[in-house]
């Protein structure tokens, strides 16, 4: 018996020591972790895709910039987050051709409104005819105009501190402003998600030329020791970290 015991444990340290050195962050399951056996298992037997939400990644992976769009393992654990939250109230920073901001919209109860930040009309004119026919075109918000324009306008407009959740996925080089105008923007106990924030795994050691790596690594830092809010960083996707306004 007490062999036994102890080539169980030899056993799990062998299968411990195989796993180290591999790295958990595989991507999106419609671009880098198409091929991962493990993500793909994650995605046939949790996800539950709205049928318009289907109809629009198929869309969307006709587009040659389709790996930008949000990984749909990623989208549906941020709705129920919002639902976890009650929000009612929510902004997307970067809607590209809108199947985050169409999840959102769907997770919400009916007077639940989403704050679309988009800058390429293109992407817009493919979200809406997807927005109408999910039923859900009267809370989503398009502001095709830069994003930093729309925050400063609520901002101006008395709406500090309404918000529930934020997601952030517009150009890399913005990150640092959009979090901050989105922790005004958010109330105690908002929800700030922020993508691509491990950006191919490129942030580990970001070469000195890698402007976007070190600009992602350089915010990453920051949240990690920003006392305003309480964080987890998940391998999910991209790499998406999980902002709670304390």
Not at 46 to 57: A, C, F, Q
Not at 70 to 75: D, F, G, L, T, Y
Not at 93 to 120: F, K, R
Request: aromatic share 6%; with cysteine.
């Amino acid at each position: 018996m007490a062999a036994g015991r102890h080539f169980l444990v030899c056993l799990g340290l062998s299968v411990l020591l195989t796993g180290l050195g591999k790295s958990a962050f595989v991507g999106k399951s419609h671009s880098g972790g198409k091929a991962d056996p493990v993500l793909q298992y994650v995605v046939n037997n949790s996800l539950r895709e709205h049928p318009v939400l289907t109809k629009l990644k198929l869309r969307t992976l006709d587009d040659q910039w389709s790996a930008m769009m949000v990984s749909i393992e990623q989208a549906q654990l941020m709705a129920n987050l919002m639902k976890l939250i009650n929000a009612t109230k929510a902004i997307e920073i970067g809607m590209y051709t809108g199947y985050n901001a169409l999840s959102m919209a769907l997770a919400m109860p009916e007077n639940g409104h989403v704050v679309a930040c988009e800058i390429n009309n293109t992407y817009v004119e493919i979200a809406k005819p997807f927005f109408k026919e999910a039923g859900v075109e009267n809370k989503i918000d398009i502001r095709l105009q830069t994003a930093m324009q729309t925050l400063d306008e609520l901002i101006a407009a008395g709406e500090t501190g309404t918000f529930d959740f934020v997601f952030i996925d517009a150009d890399k080089s913005g990150y640092d402003g959009y979090y901050e105008k989105s922790l005004e923007l958010i109330r105690k106990g908002g929800i700030i998600a922020i993508d691509n924030v491990l950006w191919s795994g490129k942030v580990v050691d970001p070469a000195p030329d890698d402007i976007t790596s070190r600009t992602l690594d350089a915010l990453n830092k920051k949240l990690h020791k920003d006392q305003r809010i309480d964080l987890s960083m998940l391998t999910v996707g991209d790499g998406l970290s999980i902002a709670i306004k304390r």
